[in-house]
């Protein structure tokens, strides 16, 4: 079993920044690839980045913008996601999902159902 762990999250006015962290224990030796993704009240889960593990391949939804940067610490099993120039529509609850299967390439590593294990989520809002 692999347990994930999001932490990081608040609120933030628009313009700003925050970076949230995915710390992942347990069975974590052979994950494969690592995921952020959000869901804003009402509307279905939607992926914003995706790392492969080793490698380092990376990933980003088209809305990102250049404005988010996912990255890992496989020393100390955790990523993270530096998120800047936050607007309001980026407020939702950010999940992390981890999978050990072989790594989607491009758009489908973005796809929840590639995603076995999640964490609880963090909550983000941007508001004035």
């Known amino acids: 079993q692999v347990q994930l762990v999001e932490s990081g999250g608040g609120l933030v006015q628009p313009g700003g920044s925050l970076r949230l962290s995915c710390a992942a224990s347990g069975d974590t030796s052979d994950v494969t690839f690592i995921g952020w993704f959000r869901q804003a009240p009402g509307k279905e889960r939607e992926g914003v980045s995706s790392?492969?593990?080793?490698?380092?391949?990376?990933f980003y939804a088209d809305y990102v913008g250049g404005r988010f940067t996912i990255s890992r610490d496989n020393a100390k099993n955790t990523f993270y996601l530096q998120m800047n120039s936050l607007k309001p529509e980026d407020t939702a609850l950010y999940y992390c999902g981890a999978d050990k299967g072989r790594w989607p390439l491009g758009p489908r590593s973005l796809h929840p159902s590639e995603y076995y294990y999640w964490g609880q989520g963090t909550q983000v809002t941007v508001s004035s």
């Open positions: 790392i492969r593990k080793s490698g380092g391949e990376r």
